[in-house]
């Protein structure tokens, strides 16, 4: 780690502490050369790998956007979909994988998905899962029946 002082390339920590969320470390150095301090977060990288081959960082945002969409016109305010992307952000960090696929992370989704909106929860998946006939919707619909029976 350099100095951003005086770009030393050696630091001492002097504090770690786990973030609230538990999702990264706030450390605390000290520089051996200039003796200022200053602060790291340390986090865990999280990638996924699409199906065009491209590797991008995981993003919240990307699931938001992507869940807005099934959710426009429903009672889901801004903050239930910034939790649904925790949600699935945390799942995802779950598995202990580093580089996920872009098909897990639309599996993750539809859980705490179908928790927040059921009718937002068949259109995301209808457009995730190919629904191709009214079959599709009639299986998802039943399934969604025996949840609420069982």
Request: hydrophobic share 35%; charged share 25%; net charge positive.
């Given at each position: 780690m350099h100095c951003p002082f005086c770009r030393h390339d050696g630091s001492r920590v002097v504090d770690s502490r786990t973030s609230e969320d538990g999702t990264s470390i706030r450390r605390r150095r000290e520089c051996p050369k200039c003796g200022?301090?200053?602060?790291?977060?340390?986090?865990?990288?999280?990638?996924?790998?699409?199906?065009s081959g491209a590797v991008e960082p995981f993003s919240r945002d990307k699931v938001v956007t992507g869940v807005r969409r099934a959710c426009q016109g429903r009672p889901v305010s801004d903050g239930d979909l910034a939790l649904l992307a925790h949600k699935v952000e945390e799942s995802i960090r779950a598995t202990g994988q580093a580089?996920?696929?872009?098909h897990d992370v639309g599996l993750a989704?539809?859980?705490?998905?179908?928790?927040l909106d059921e009718v937002a929860y068949l259109r995301f998946a209808s457009v995730y899962s190919d629904?191709?006939?009214l079959e599709d919707f009639e299986t998802a619909i039943a399934e969604l029946r025996a949840s609420h029976a069982g």
């Open positions: 200022r301090r200053f602060t790291t977060i340390e986090t865990a990288s999280l990638s996924v790998h699409k199906r580089l996920v696929e872009s989704i539809l859980g705490p998905l179908r928790d629904f191709s006939s």
